[in-house]
């Protein structure tokens, strides 16, 4: 009877279940269909397909547990921040530049400003302005690329700042998320609670990359022999879910866990492999999780906050595109890319929908924001697309109409930007000092709670199990003490400042600050094992062993830097070496080399170098930025930055790397790398140039350079010829040596 009574309870459990999701995947295939047929995004047809489906709307079959949904959706944003994880990966972090990171940071700033501002004149109470500021400075990763596909401008220089921007915006809304709840939690803003979140979201992220970059590739390398397809897959999800569970633990959302494995393994040689295997998971998940977003729309109350909807849509359209706008200008783009990006990221998406859920689950914000946020979401995704469109007729537009005067600052503005500026010798000395003490600081400071968590609570019932652990923790622990305290760092920039006796006191002063920390670690690490008298005596005797062993401690944190950083570069390395492993015969082997700046070798062909008659070796590649000349013959060029892919035995490979330095030419020290610049000159009626072609001028003889642009009556002509007749008020754009370009603009 009771086995009965369980299995009609289970039937009746897995029923709801099942044509729940029958139902969901139903409505968003018809939804797909549709969609595409009409050419717009398919996010919008999820969202319409979920209002279908929801409970809201009677003239359609709706969903019976509304809790299994939520959990359909749930997984749906693990996985769909686990896929922008392997998308996003740190290093393009790095490599977006001050333009992607100055206008990202620009539109959020000026965006929770105006949401916030928004939430208050439409009488709503605190928290819900807090979180609709968040929610509307985040534009929509999702749509955005889409869009760019679907209108082929992909290539095009704006879209590549608003890639970048977007890449800055997912790690700040991250950020956000975890700092939004801490507010929520302790429903006041302390100062001293948020700065203590962001510390410990940075802590994590930072110790969680390195040690994910240190084992995480390895194992997928030691294990790809044996796994198939299938068994990367639920290797993949695996990872992924254990760090959600790690997040959840200490206290992150489990979306912010998907979202850093993610991007972690984003960094392995199997990055592609996954997301590729992942890509249906992510298209199911993600059509569930938007369409569990539109069931939550109800019409009634979208009737009642009708006016909200309207107000807050045109706060996206007009504040996005404005502040985003400015941050280019300030970020040093000219008007046209300004404009094209700030359009572009007109709009709000996945981000914003989780963020909503955020409050809604955590009880802290009104039941009609999460509506009013989808309403909102819906229009501005269908207006993305034109927004892109109208972006160059608009910002022609405002070239006509704008002063002269504002579009010569412009102009001006945007090249002096976009010079090059050289960086000081003392902020290159701060930077790798930093970059040394906060990362080292984070590693030893997680060696150390691991051990106290995990390490000491095995062995604390034994005789000596204090000091068992606390020998662990320093073996541990120690390569890191010495590349915090002893490691040199920007030596060249150094011994620059020492030379100067100004210099050498903050010098000092540094280096004795980082023996003090690494001291501090130890004494603190001793202090949790022992009592402060045994701990002292042990600090000195650790501190002894310290200092006897520095070539051993040197070698070791060199093993650990080499894996590390060859983890981090695999996957750009075998891009390269992947197509040509099965290359290398028998007892010869694969290497890369790099044609110098300044080699004797550039400029000739292949033919004339006779490198395989002489040396032995042959040529498997040639790659020179975006393209590779495989297999090259004997009518190729060398040039300079060329990357050589040779094939040979140790001995013809050291033969040919010592050819490649004997063909270099000696550069004289006192070169400076800035000797180029880009200057702007205005030609007033009292000119010399005025009347003459580019050619009399003789400005290519004066400036050892070249008129690259001219601006006339608001026209711009791009290299221009040299018979061109220069004119009063036209702006020259000149490209010269910088020491006469400043002797002829003094004149």
Known sequence: MDTATTAAQVTQHLEPLISDLGLILMTAGIAVLLFKKLKQPLVLGYLIAGFLAGNHFDFFPSIKDIKSVEVWAEIGVIILLFSLGLEFSFKKLMKVGGTASITAITQIAVMLVFGFMAGKWLGWKEMDCIFLGVILSISSTTIILKTFDELGVKAQKFAGIVIGSLIVQDIVAILMMVLLSTVAVSQQFSGSELLFSVLKLVFFLIAWFVGGIFFIPTLLKKAKHLLTDEMMLIVSLALCLMMVILASNVGFSPALGAFIMGSIIAETTQAEHIEHLIKPLKDLFGAIFFVSVGMLIDPNMLYEYALPVVFLTFVVLFGQSISSTIGALISGQPLKQSVQTGMSLSQIGEFSFIIATLGMSMNVTSKFLYPIVVAVSAVTTFTTPFMIKLAVPFSELLERKLPRKWLKNIARYSANTQSIKSVSTWQVVIRAYMVQVILHTIIITAIILLSSKFILPLVEHSKFGNAIAALITIIAI?????????????????????????YRGPIIMM??????????????????????????????????????????????????????????????????????????????????????KESNIAGKTLEKLRIREQMGINIAFIKRGEIMVKIPNGKERLFPGD??????TDAQVEEFKNYLHQNEIEVPDTVKEEQIILQQLELNKENEFIGKSIRQS??????????????RSGKRILNPESNLILEKNDILWVVGDKKLMANLFQE
């Not at 010495?482 to 620059?496: D, F, G, N």
């Not at 003789?698 to 601006?711: A, C, D, F, H, S």
């Open 478 to 502: 120690s390569p890191f003490l010495w590349a915090l305290s002893l490691r040199r760092v920007a030596v060249k920039e150094v011994q620059i400042l020492l030379s100067e006796r100004k």
């Open 511 to 596: 280096i004795l600050l980082r023996i003090g920390l690494a001291i501090f670690y130890i004494g603190f690490l001793l202090n949790i094992f022992f009592s402060p008298g045994i701990a002292f005596i042990a600090l000195i005797i650790a501190i002894a062993v310290y200092l006897f062993f520095p070539k051993k401690l040197h070698m070791q944190y060199q093993k650990i830097e080499n894996h590390f950083l060859k983890n981090l570069n695999d996957r750009e390395v075998t891009k390269v070496e992947r197509r040509y492993a099965n290359l290398t015969p028998w007892d010869g082997h694969m290497t890369t080399f790099e044609v110098a």
């Open 643 to 648: 990357e050589i892919c040779v094939i040979g």
């Open 698 to 711: 003789q400005l290519r003889e004066k400036t050892n350079g070249m008129v690259v642009g001219i601006e």
